[in-house]
């Protein structure tokens, strides 16, 4: 049903350490301050209670005290991200060879984005059973954006600012923005619904492990038939995708303008990219870019894996796919020297035309382009 993607040649250049041991530098406190959104973009939700972990310093002993136990949890923090994307990246040699391929120019040191997750929003399953991992460690949640044609809500959350001078690439650097969709369950087809819900109710309280499940690349629900995958697939690609791929990883996003090389210029990284025999999303073009200008964004076509249903029936099913994103300067900045340029000088949040378009990179359309 769906296509393949090629498998690529390159040398495994940009490697990770090993999920069982990993190792990680002295990064600053991990300290969820909460920080106004930037100019032109409004936080949801304040008002709600958030959880965080706090910091009160009565002497110098106690904060040594503390801050070893908030590095302790920024230690696991990462770890858990580091499995969730040892996960990705052994069910997807393309994001695997991209990202190799972009640390071989010059040692590239990657930063990461946002990471992306799908959800189904029904029984406690959608948005909020991953977004209490994130706020636990911190994160904010930040605006709300909807995708009424293809029934989908989303949240993004922002790291803890202190997070974001961490020395490192990848899950070692600063840490990225979470991305977190769900499909509105209740506006879906009865025939798709009960499908839904027949997995989700059956897996308990498997919502409480999400976090647990992405790192581990289980579902937390029993595989389904294959002709339930069929069922949602014929109504809504992303439902067949989040059946087959639970809380999995759905896409990582390259932050081109914090690469050192021309790279950094996502026009060029395209070419790049494309040169090397890759394929991008064309949903829209190429390049996806907000009304605004200041936020650019691509992506490759998803990975495909051979699954094997509950009835024994074994097919190619979509995997996930590698983002690009590029912030320029805010207006009100622009004038910056190169070098004082921060993250939060540029623009932040996404775009719902942009990511509309970017959830296409798992769409069968899109999947049957690959080798043509």
């Known amino acids: 049903m769906f296509a393949s993607t090629k498998s690529s040649t390159l040398s495994p250049l940009f490697s990770f350490p090993p999920t069982s041991a990993p190792s990680f530098p002295k990064f600053m406190n991990f300290l969820p301050i909460k920080q106004p959104s930037s100019p032109g973009y409004s936080a949801l939700g304040s008002s ?39 996960v990705y990246l052994n069910r997807n040699p393309t994001a695997k060879a991209i990202l190799d391929l972009v640390h071989s120019v010059d040692n590239n040191s990657l930063c990461y984005d946002h990471l992306a997750f799908r959800t189904f929003g029904v029984h406690g399953y959608g948005i909020d059973s991953m977004a209490s991992f994130f706020l636990d460690y911190g994160y904010i949640q930040q605006e709300e954006l909807r995708f009424p044609a293809k ?46 819900r027949k997995y989700t109710e059956s897996s308990g309280d498997g919502k409480k492990y999400a976090a ?58 395209n070419q790049f990219i494309e040169h090397s025999g890759f394929r991008l999303n064309s949903e829209g073009g190429v390049l996806k870019v907000s009304p605004d200008g200041l ?73 049957s382009r690959v080798g043509s």
């Open 48 to 86: 709600n209670p958030r959880r965080t972990l706090s910091v009160s310093c009565t002497s110098p002993s106690q904060h040594a005290s503390q801050r070893s136990s908030i590095q302790g949890g920024e230690a696991f923090f990462r770890g858990v991200l580091e499995s969730m994307q040892s």
């Open 151 to 196: 029934k989908l809500r989303a949240l993004w959350f922002s790291p803890p600012a202190d997070s974001r001078a961490s020395i490192g690439s990848g899950i070692n650097g600063p840490l990225p923005r979470i991305f977190i969709s769900e499909l509105l369950v209740d506006q879906m087809s009865p025939q798709t619904q009960e499908v839904i």
């Open 212 to 269: 647990l499940a992405s790192s581990l690349g289980h579902l937390t629900w029993d595989k389904p038939l294959y002709s339930e995958f069929q069922q949602l697939a014929s109504e809504s690609e992303y439902a067949a995708w989040t059946l087959v791929n639970g809380y999995a990883l759905n896409h990582v996003t390259i932050s081109t303008h914090r690469l050192k090389t021309h790279l950094k210029d996502i026009k060029k990284l």
């Open 295 to 367: 936020l650019l964004q691509s992506s490759t076509v998803a990975d495909s894996r051979s699954f094997q249903f509950s009835d024994g029936k074994t097919e190619s099913v979509p995997c996930s796919y590698i983002e690009f994103a590029e912030r320029l300067v805010l207006s009100q900045y622009k004038n910056l020297p190169d070098t004082e340029v921060k993250e939060f000088h540029r623009r932040d949040g996404f775009e719902v035309a942009s990511a509309d378009k970017i959830f296409e990179s798992t769409s069968k359309e899109q999947l």
